[in-house]
């Protein structure tokens, strides 16, 4: 079972940027695709980007398609979300995922993540 450390997050203006990572251990890191969520107070959970395996296909929700890029670093155990030209819609816990199973498509992955979670950052955004 693979373990995931996010951090990164804290408080921005809107229009700012913050740099997340998630630290995986215990397990191939490079099995996973990986993929971030986040939560909202109120909100229930949203996809927000996910990359496969490679680092080749990455995939994005449409709030944040042009403004955040996931990438991973395979050797280093670590999947990271730029996210620049913040907005205060953006505020949320943002969570980090792996999952070894097959999905038909990205889009299926991000409906119905399973896998392993992190505990969590929090991204504040402010108007």
């Known amino acids: 079972q693979v373990q995931l450390v996010e951090s990164g997050g804290g408080l921005a203006q809107a229009g700012g940027s913050l740099r997340l990572s998630c630290a995986a251990s215990?397990?191939?890191?490079?099995?996973?695709?990986m993929g971030w969520f986040r939560q909202a107070p109120g909100k229930e959970r949203e996809f927000v980007a996910g990359?496969?395996?490679?680092?080749?296909?990455?995939y994005y929700s449409d709030s944040v398609k042009g403004r955040f890029t996931i990438s991973r670093d395979n050797a280093k155990g670590t999947v990271y979300l730029q996210m620049n030209n913040l907005k205060p819609e953006d505020t949320a816990v943002y969570y980090c995922?792996?999952?070894?199973?097959?999905?038909?498509?990205?889009?299926?992955?991000?409906?119905?993540?399973?896998?392993?979670w992190g505990q969590g950052t929090q991204v504040t955004v402010s108007s």
């Open positions: 990359i496969s395996t490679s680092g080749a296909v990455t």
């Open positions: 215990g397990s191939t890191f490079s099995i996973y695709r």
């Open positions: 995922n792996a999952d070894a199973r097959t999905y038909t498509s990205m889009r299926t992955y991000a409906g119905a993540p399973g896998g392993s």
